[in-house]
């Protein structure tokens, strides 16, 4: 049984009879009154977002999944391959059921996937990912403001805001929990 003082980012616990991941939340203590967790979570079988108000010490139930590590394959008309590094078995998921792990996606990417019921249901993708930039507007020479941003699409199809030195063919390091560019990755 999980507490609502076990919460964290990622946590999957069972809420009326489904399960939820939860993706954001935080403790609240007010001056009067008892402590209470704002929480927001996704269903791990719809991908629906809820935001629910917990008191404190409310107990859960551990939803019954499996996490089973994959390498990301391909992604085609039937949707998002991944194989078992185990077995050699592979699954196929719909975007629909990708979330936002979508994009972070690389060929031969080592992710988490949670399977529900038998049923592949959470993809979970590293902390940080290494992205090529697919097109930026070029620099301008001289054009050096400290902090300036302009827009980059990854070649996922994210659009990051990146640094104006950012140009196309670079490989960026981007945090998948923010979806922010980290650094650039030097060249080999």
């Known amino acids: 049984m999980y507490e609502t003082s076990d919460f964290k980012k990622g946590l999957k616990m069972m809420v009326e009879g489904q399960p939820y991941v939860i993706v954001d939340f935080q403790h609240v203590k007010p001056g009067k009154g008892n402590q209470f967790s704002r929480t927001k979570m996704r269903a791990m079988l719809t991908g629906q977002n809820l935001e629910r108000t917990f008191k404190s010490g409310e107990k859960f139930e551990v939803p019954n999944v499996e996490n089973v590590e994959m390498t990301f394959l391909y992604k085609d008309d039937s949707g998002y391959n991944f194989m078992n590094q185990v077995n050699f078995e592979q699954i196929t998921m719909m975007e629909h059921e990708m979330g936002e792990s979508k994009n972070y996606l690389t060929e031969n990417l080592v992710v988490t996937i949670t399977i529900y019921n038998d049923k592949p249901v959470l993809v979970d993708v590293p902390n940080a990912v290494n992205l090529k930039v697919a097109s930026t507007e070029p620099g301008i020479k ?21 640094p104006l030195h950012i140009a196309e063919g670079d490989t960026l390091r981007i945090d998948t929990e923010t979806g922010e560019y980290v650094s650039r990755e030097s060249m080999k």
């Open 142 to 162: 001289g054009d050096r403001v400290t902090g300036a941003q302009k827009p980059a699409t990854m070649e996922t199809g994210l659009v990051v805001s990146v």
